[in-house]
């Protein structure tokens, strides 16, 4: 007896199928530490070819391959000497980075031949840096909270509330630097506090006010 298949049978197993052989994960590394890229858990001795393909900002493709019947490997315009295998290819295929930088920030995919079939395991890497934080009054009586070059965007609150004006300024690594300004004029105050929220971890400053 022959077994019939509905359009949605079909669509359900072609999902589950593109999901096991291929799966993508967001990762965020701070600056300055150590990140390892794993590929998918095959026997080694299934394996044919592995491939591992970057892609950064701003930068060409970068391609590091092994090839397990020759015990070799290969590697196509990469130039950044931080960004190697965590160990030996016939016995771990991670790719690691040490230590990590802003320039890192892209896509990094692990390629796997088998004759089984192939198999993809994808990481969008995102670095995190956080932000140096200051808070100070300035000239004409205002205080001034700054989170400068920081990775992503901080957010920064005041307590009290005051009249804030908030501005945010890119730079070419990738980083943020957010800086508010803020002014008490209908409720003068000795102190006010600023809070910098990030992703790295929250700080939060005080300042005593001098009246002019």
């Not at 019947?69 to 016939?90: Q, V």
């Not at 980075?97 to 088998?114: E, K, L």
């Not at 079939?117 to 969008?124: A, L, T």
């Not at 990030?198 to 002019?212: A, D, F, P, R």
Request: glycine share 4%; charged share 20%.
């Amino acid at each position: 007896m022959l077994c019939t298949w509905r359009t949605s049978d079909l669509r359900l197993l072609l999902t589950l199928i593109v999901f096991l052989v291929v799966a993508n994960a967001s990762l965020s590394v701070p600056v300055d530490t150590k990140a390892v890229f794993d590929c998918p858990s095959i026997l080694l001795t299934s394996l044919v070819v592995t491939t591992w393909q970057i892609i950064l900002r701003d930068k060409l493709s970068c391609t590091r391959a092994y090839r397990r019947d020759r015990n070799e490997t290969k590697e196509g315009n990469c130039t950044d000497e931080r960004i190697t295998w965590a160990s030996r290819p016939d016995e771990n295929l991670a790719l690691q980075i040490d230590p990590v930088a802003t320039t890192h920030d892209g896509f990094y995919m692990c390629q796997m031949v088998t004759p089984d079939g192939n198999f993809h395991r994808g990481y969008h890497l995102q670095v995190l840096v956080p932000p140096e934080v200051t808070l100070l009054q300035s000239k004409n009586g205002t205080a001034v909270c700054r989170a400068a070059a920081g990775k992503p965007a901080a957010q920064i609150s005041w307590n009290p509330e005051g009249d804030c004006v908030t501005e945010q300024e890119h730079w070419a690594n990738g980083t943020v630097t957010v800086q508010s300004t803020c002014r008490w004029e209908d409720h003068p105050l000795s102190n006010v506090s600023c809070s910098v929220s990030h992703v790295t971890g929250n700080k939060s400053l005080s300042l005593e006010l001098t009246q002019g």
